[in-house]
């Protein structure tokens, strides 16, 4: 299932630019606009537990693949402004609600002193099959000079077929501990939505516009866009696992302040840089750094119940995506007026992030969520 995803979502992304500027005529506003709607999804992420009552959570996650690949295979045929914002949604339903029941199965599934390496596998998973994806849309674009349309109709058909291939194939896992059914907002966990919040605000602008940026700016065209996605991807083959050992072994603290620290750099950079082949580096540089974000998820794993792992999956996403909504409309118009202000902005983000990371603790468990700010761990539920 992992596979599954980018064979889909990494067709969109790579195309998505080109395929904007080219066929829907669209500036950076409307690129914001379309952004901000494929964020509404995972800001209504929450929603997946009152689904949770109705259908099972593996379950529910092959329908999510499903909508995932049919909103992908469709794009091509529709190359106009309102035709990308509604196949966008389409696509992003599915793919927001995967992720978030993808992040619930795998906590649940997944031993504590295993997390970190085994999430980091994950995303190695996915970033092999991303490194297919991209080289035939290299291929495919650069040689063959396949239209849009096929190349869309093969990515998402290939996430169709996955998913009825794991439905149909593979039993259905039993629960180790019944999952809440309802909304969970618990205080002792308010650094990791802080956290979770911020990240959600600073991925925007690297999803949203240092692409944009290396096809507005620099002139990238798709192959090129394609080659370095490809890079990125092939890097975190390798380097993901070990950014796993990593986390595991120097603890969630250090991972974010190292993080936190080098995007601050990264961002910068951004803003200022001036030269094609400096700003792909950035890129490289940048995407790299998501793999950090396993932390998060594994400091989340070790302070929380576990009955509350599916219910605070789709509330964290929402989270997560409260600033996903906004920021990219804004940031649109902003990008008008600036596009080094944009870059600036998300510097500042990351530097909140840094101060917060200082208060995550060394060895993290209930009753030791934060440094600073800790709620009893008596608290009555009711209360929260």
């Known amino acids: 299932m992992a596979a599954a995803v980018p064979l889909s979502f990494a067709t969109w992304q790579a195309l998505l630019n080109n395929f904007a500027i080219e066929r829907a005529a669209f500036t950076g506003a409307e690129m914001g606009i379309l952004q901000s709607l494929r964020e509404v999804p995972g800001f209504l992420a929450f929603a997946v537990v009152f689904v949770l009552l109705l259908i099972r959570e593996q379950r529910l996650a092959y329908i999510s693949l499903l909508l995932l690949g049919l909103g992908t295979a469709i794009t091509g045929f529709f190359p106009s402004v ?60 650069d040689f063959l000079s396949l239209d849009y349309v096929w190349i869309y109709l093969m990515g998402g058909g290939a996430t169709v077929a996955i998913a009825l291939v794991a439905w149909l194939g593979f039993p259905q896992f ?64 390798w380097l993901a696992p070990k950014i796993g050992r990593l986390i595991g072994r120097i603890g969630e603290r250090h991972a974010l302040i190292f993080e936190y620290i080098g995007l601050i750099g990264v961002f910068v950079a951004y803003a200022f840089v001036e030269s094609a082949v400096v700003a792909a580096g950035l890129y490289i540089v940048d995407h790299l750094f998501f793999a950090l974000a396993i932390a998060i998820k594994t400091y989340f794993q070790k302070i929380a119940d576990p009955a509350d792992i599916a219910s605070t999956a789709g509330v964290s996403f929402t989270i997560n995506h409260i600033a996903a909504v906004v920021l990219p409309a804004a940031y649109g118009f ?13 510097a500042a983000m990351a530097g909140c992030s840094l101060i917060m990371a200082f208060n995550v603790p060394r060895h993290p ?13 008596a608290a009555p539920a009711a209360a929260e």
């Open 82 to 141: 309102i035709g990308l914002y509604v196949t966008t949604v389409v696509m992003s339903i599915g793919y927001h609600y995967y992720e978030t029941l993808q992040t619930s199965l795998s906590l649940q599934w997944i031993d504590k002193a295993k997390a970190p390496e085994t999430l980091g596998r994950i995303i190695a998973v996915g970033s092999f099959t991303a490194i297919i994806v991209f080289a035939m849309i290299w291929l495919t674009s």
């Open 174 to 237: 039993p629960e180790k501990v019944e999952q809440h059914k309802t909304l969970i907002l618990r205080k002792r966990y308010w650094l990791y939505y802080a956290l979770t919040f911020m990240s959600g605000a600073r991925r925007q602008i690297f999803i949203v516009f240092a692409g944009f940026l290396m096809v507005e700016k620099f002139g990238f065209d798709v192959g090129a866009i394609a080659l370095l996605f490809l890079v990125n991807a092939a890097i975190n083959v």
């Open 365 to 377: 468990r209930p009753g030791e969520e934060v440094l600073v700010g800790r709620i009893p761990a």
């Open 334 to 346: 902003l990008w008008l007026i600036s596009p080094p202000a944009v870059f600036l902005t998300g």
